[in-house]
């Protein structure tokens, strides 16, 4: 880890007073957190945490770069899929976790510019710091729209909306488990001995893994999980580690439950189960960004880095059949953005002079190659109320996949 770029003191001195938070935290527990409490508190803690913090995480400058920063064709491709699911839904577009406000200002501009020029767009953001820079992009690429955009602190009991989120799932913590023989383990988080951590060295970390038996119902749900794979647990060598995303389903039931007519639309990286939980991916998914780098330290630094795990779809897909949601479709990032007219709109916005031009090649590339985001990254969909014939899916949808 020594050669990352060392934090500004500022910097370091939330983190070290966020490890505190989590430090004390431990201690009250009894000396063990599920790694859920750990990333809940790395990234959301008020004030401390990576998105609740001000430090800068988006685009050339911060941690890592998502598909809306990378070009106005991601999101005019996902307004030209809203716009087929708005007909009859009274609340617009709702967006969560908006990140800079970039998908909102790309969507508002296509949504008018294909005559929806009315429509509310409402976001749910737990960071305060990105809701003032999410208006203030809002505000500079799509002025004509910011008094339709409306920050919500939680949502009706019932919305009629086209509800969108990108790297969204990703980012809710998860819980991590290990299979030990026929034992199942709950991976926690404990202090290390501060005997052995050097308090004169930025990077030295202040917790360590900690594994405990799993509780009944945790241990049902990651058997759950596995048998959704279709792996059966002798083809898998021990110890075996994973992520168990219950959260990010229970957010899919939670919102499934209140939409009334409409849909959800989600893109995030991830797999089907049989892939997720394959026998080979024996260390699980979770990852950390730190200015461009990846790795798999997730206590490093607590809130200066990114901590991510990938989707598992079929719990995704599980959880919105829980709450009664039609699926609508699921294939790759490119499969979406070609089905919804990417290559037509490139058309259409061709710059005229050659450098960017060559940049606008260059970031279609990262959209859907297969060696940058197109593949890795999928699309998926549910509805209420709506016809089965959703544009993006229109080519090469995987559902029967998961
Ligand atoms: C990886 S960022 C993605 C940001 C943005 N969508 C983009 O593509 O650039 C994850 C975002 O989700 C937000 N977030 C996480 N959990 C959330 C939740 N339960 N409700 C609303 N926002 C949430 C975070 O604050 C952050 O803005």
New binding site residues.
């Given amino acids: 880890m020594s050669d990352l770029p060392t934090p500004e003191p500022e910097a370091l001195a939330i983190s070290q007073e966020l490890g505190a938070v989590i430090g004390q935290r431990i201690e009250r527990a009894g000396g063990w957190i599920g790694f859920d409490a750990f990333m809940a508190a790395a990234?959301?803690e008020p004030g401390l945490g990576y998105?609740?913090g001000n430090s800068r995480?988006?685009g050339r400058g911060g941690d890592?770069v998502?598909?809306?920063?990378i070009s106005p064709l991601f999101g005019a491709c996902v307004a030209a899929q809203c716009a087929q699911w708005l007909e009859g839904t009274s609340d617009g577009v709702i967006?969560?976790?908006?990140?800079?406000g970039?998908?909102a200002a790309h969507v508002l501009n296509e949504l008018s510019r294909l005559g929806f020029d009315e429509v509310s767009y409402g976001i749910?953001?737990?960071?305060a710091p990105?809701r003032a820079v999410q208006r203030h992009t809002i505000e500079a690429l799509a002025p004509h729209a910011i008094t339709r955009v409306r920050w919500h602190d939680e949502l009706p009991r019932r919305i009629d909306a086209v509800v969108l989120?990108?790297?969204?799932l990703?980012?809710?913590p998860v819980r991590r488990f290990v299979l030990d023989g026929p034992r199942v383990l709950e991976r926690g988080v404990a202090r290390r001995d501060p005997a052995g951590v050097d308090s004169q060295d930025p990077f030295a970390q202040a917790f360590e893994w900690s594994d405990r038996p799993a509780g009944p119902d945790f241990e049902e749900q990651v058997r759950r999980a596995l048998e959704r794979s279709g792996w059966s647990s002798d083809e898998r060598a021990t110890p075996y580690e994973s992520e168990l995303g219950e959260q990010a389903r229970a957010?899919v039931e939670t919102i499934g439950a209140s939409l009334g007519r409409g849909a959800l639309l989600l893109f995030d990286y991830g797999f089907p189960a049989g892939e997720f939980y394959h026998p080979q991916r024996s260390e699980g998914t979770l990852a950390c960004h730190y200015r461009h780098r990846v790795h798999f330290e997730p206590f490093f630094l607590p809130g200066l880095q990114?901590i991510?795990s990938h989707v598992d779809f079929s719990a995704i897909a599980a959880g919105a059949a829980a709450a009664g949601l039609d699926p609508l479709g699921y294939t790759s990032q490119a499969n979406f953005l070609l089905n919804s007219g990417l290559l037509e709109r490139l058309g259409q916005v061709q710059p005229e002079d050659a450098l960017a031009r060559a940049r606008q090649s260059q970031a279609i590339q990262a959209l859907v190659s297969e060696a940058e985001m197109g593949e890795l990254f999928k699309v998926i969909a549910f509805g209420r109320g709506l016809a089965d014939d959703a544009l993006g899916f229109s080519r090469g949808d995987r559902f029967g996949a998961l």
Avoid: H, Q, R
């Avoid at 989120?165 to 969204?168: F, H, M, Q, V, Y």
């Fill in positions: 990234l959301y998105y609740s995480k988006f890592f998502t598909a809306p920063e967006e969560f976790g908006a990140g800079t970039m998908l749910v953001e737990l960071s990105l989120a990108n790297e969204l990703d980012a809710i957010w990114d991510t």
